[in-house]
């Protein structure tokens, strides 16, 4: 019996993981495939005319099945993978992406999506209604209903391939991560605070080392660049680091995001776009390469000035080391956290252990009962990995969600930090609720404890969390986080501003083992360094997403390594500090097209999330329960059901300008 394709009898009905074995994904696919082609075809031949419910509505419900198999399969092979899953996804994305073709080619049934659009004002459609009637109208011509033959069969191909290409980009990537790591001997742990070596020595147990390691994990590697004393180490890690999916070995990416680039820009020629950024950020906030251009020029200005001071400050400590300038990448985070040390007397050290995990559970959990009233129960698996805890989420008694927590670190887990749902919300066909994940890359520990930027992390992932939780549509197709890309950050970095609120802090950030709060002085020197190394911290991110821009833009590069570096000149790097993500491994903007021409989101967001904290500052309580019903009504709970920027402005009474953001990094006085 293939559990994938059974009724699910389990709690809250959420997959039986237990039950499901790597060789029942095919089969469930295979299945679910063709149930989905079959409602589909069903749906274009009706010889009835179409209404938005036996068309739109049926579409909503047409791939069910392949919906909840690809909800646990695709979460599945990005937090807990392995070989069988990464050939099933290899496998799998000329498949799913030739049926998303078929579905959007199809030409009756875009007649009749077509017949509906064009005479919508006499359906008497609600407003929601009508709003995804366009959004679909606008998926279909934007994936090509328009087109027909060799151009329709050309553009299939150029999406079949670039599926396929984006796996692999991002497969690559994972096992550059996974098989590079630096064993540590007892001189190599000069400098490392306790926690450091605790996190060093977990890994190198699940590396099936004697000793500790270094790894490419960024809650690994980021401590030991801020705390190692061997500046030759440093480098070492820091080489390893930047030059994943670029080692010229089997892994290697720089030939994929060439041909992604170039078959990015064939996509958008044959669709009638000047290029792929035109393409892409049409339905976006932003609309245009040059708005995006103009946001992040503003930025960069004063960050880089910043930066550059900042630079000059950290050369001066490096020579009074004793070591030879001039300040390299590989110091940066050294000097900093020494300099961190000096002027804000804040050591990471004496700081984690007031930040546990739990203790900042805890935390995350509280700020949202005081802003929406939810609650949180912890609840037993199995889940998919006995790492994953949950929790039924509830209001007024009422089951909300599942939340699923996926915190620590491990070999099988790509990189970073996301949100996803293992099933979205929807009313249509049945109130159905959401199985939300946060997935994090934690160092593991007893107990874990986490740096501000963790906790920072944390807090994040949970607000996207709750834009899913919180979703209140009818129609699955702009639920939750179903929004512009450039919108979608907004409540992820919003939902950061309440860790900076004193008294969360007060409550929460308590001693792991005596249960003492943090220290008051400790508090105000953590809150008083919000800002610090924001040159830094900006600069990395406006120059990543600077070239993921002029990637897209004009002619794709015949070598996309020549035009990074160009890129960068142009804009005045400083040679001390390197993009985010390098192209090679810019998962972001080319294991997918999720952020490709997208990565500046996060910054057009902050400017949003810094001026809708201050709709709560202005008030004098942040977890006023008028604003936060605004917020939840016309932002978490609205999904896409209206223009983002509608939204926004129905929440806030107008747009914010950029002042806003360059005031929460503090470099209003540099701009």
Same mark, same amino acid.
């Given at each position: ?505 007060? #409550?929460? &950030?308590?001693?792991? /083992? *005596? =249960?003492? +709060?943090?220290?008051? %002085?400790?508090?105000? @020197? $953590? ?84 001026? #809708?904290? &201050?709709?709560?500052? /202005? *008030? =004098?309580? +942040?977890?006023?329960? %008028?604003?936060?019903? @605004? $917020? ?40």
């Amino acid at each position: 019996m293939n559990a994938l394709l059974t009724e699910w009898s389990t709690p809250f009905s959420l997959p039986p993981f237990a039950l499901i074995k790597d060789e029942d994904f095919g089969p469930a696919f295979d299945a679910a495939l063709a149930e989905a082609r079959a409602n589909i075809l069903s749906i274009a031949a009706d010889p009835t005319a179409p209404t938005f419910a036996n068309t739109i509505a049926a579409l909503e419900l047409a791939e069910q099945a392949l919906d909840r198999v690809s909800g646990v399969f695709y979460n599945l092979a990005g937090a807990d993978s392995n070989d069988t899953r990464e050939a099933l996804m290899r496998d799998l994305a000329p498949k799913m992406s030739a049926f998303a073709s078929e579905v959007t080619n199809n030409q009756a049934l875009f007649a009749r999506i077509e017949t509906l659009w064009q005479t919508r004002e006499t359906l008497d459609l609600t407003a929601e209604e009508q709003r995804v009637l366009a959004l679909y109208r606008r998926m279909f011509v934007r994936s090509g209903a328009l087109l027909a033959g060799e151009e329709a069969a050309r553009l299939t191909e150029v999406k079949a391939r670039l599926a396929v290409l984006g796996t692999q980009f991002g497969q690559n990537l994972l096992a550059d991560e996974r098989e590079w790591f630096m064993p540590l001997s007892d001189d190599d742990l000069a400098g490392l605070p306790a926690f450091v070596v605790a996190s060093a020595r977990a890994a190198g147990i699940e590396k099936g080392q004697s000793g500790p390691v270094v790894t490419l994990n960024r809650s690994l590697i980021v401590p030991f660049l801020q705390f190692s004393a061997r500046r030759e180490l440093r480098k070492r890690a820091y080489d390893a680091w930047t030059q994943r999916g670029a080692n010229g070995n089997a892994h290697d990416n720089r030939a994929i995001a060439t041909e992604i680039l170039a078959l990015r820009a064939e996509r958008a020629k044959l669709l009638g776009y000047d290029s792929f950024a035109a393409f892409k950020l049409e339905p976006e906030m932003a609309k245009t390469p040059e708005a995006v251009r103009g946001l992040l020029m503003a930025v960069w200005t004063p960050a880089r000035a910043k930066a550059l001071e900042d630079a000059a400050v950290l050369e001066k400590m490096l020579v009074a080391d004793g070591q030879s300038a001039p300040l390299e990448p590989w110091d940066w985070r050294y000097y900093s956290e020494k300099r961190r040390l000096v002027e804000h007397d804040l050591d990471e050290a004496a700081l984690k252990p007031y930040l546990s995990l739990d203790s900042m559970l805890g935390a995350m959990f509280d700020c949202s009962t005081r802003l929406f009233g939810l609650e949180f129960r912890e609840i037993d698996g199995p889940f998919y990995h006995p790492d994953v805890r949950g929790w039924e989420v509830t209001r007024d008694g009422q089951h909300v969600a599942v939340f699923l927590g996926d915190y620590f670190a491990r070999s099988s887990k790509r990189s970073g930090a996301w949100c996803s749902a293992m099933r979205s919300q929807r009313k249509l066909g049945g109130d159905v609720r959401p199985i939300v994940v946060n997935v994090c890359n934690f160092a593991k520990g007893e107990p874990s404890l986490l740096s501000y930027d963790d906790a920072r992390t944390l807090f994040h992932e949970f607000g996207h969390a709750l834009h899913q939780m919180l979703s209140n549509v009818t129609h699955g197709f702009i639920s939750g986080t179903s929004v512009a890309r450039d919108f979608v950050e907004l409540p992820s970095q919003l939902y950061e501003h309440w860790l900076e609120v004193p008294e969360v802090l007060e #409550a929460h &950030a308590r001693h792991w /083992e *005596t =249960g003492a +709060p943090m220290p008051k %002085e400790m508090l105000q @020197r $953590l809150l008083a360094a919000g800002t610090y190394d924001q040159g830094f911290a900006t600069v990395e991110f406006v120059a990543s997403a600077m070239v993921d821009l002029e990637f897209h833009v004009g002619t794709p590069p015949a070598d996309p390594m020549q035009k990074q570096a160009e890129v960068l000149e142009d804009m005045g790097m400083p040679r001390a500090i390197r993009m985010r993500h390098a192209t090679p491994h810019f998962a972001h903007v080319f294991s997918g097209d999720g952020y490709s021409s997208g990565y500046y989101s996060y910054m057009w967001s902050e400017v949003m999330d810094a001026d #809708a904290f &201050a709709a709560f500052e /202005e *008030t =004098g309580n +942040p977890f006023d329960p %008028e604003t936060a019903g @605004r $917020l939840e009504r016309f932002i978490l709970s609205a999904g896409g059901s209206e223009e983002a920027e509608d939204l926004y402005v129905k929440f806030r009474g107008k747009m914010p300008g950029v002042e806003a953001l360059l005031k929460g990094r503090g470099l209003l006085d540099a701009a």
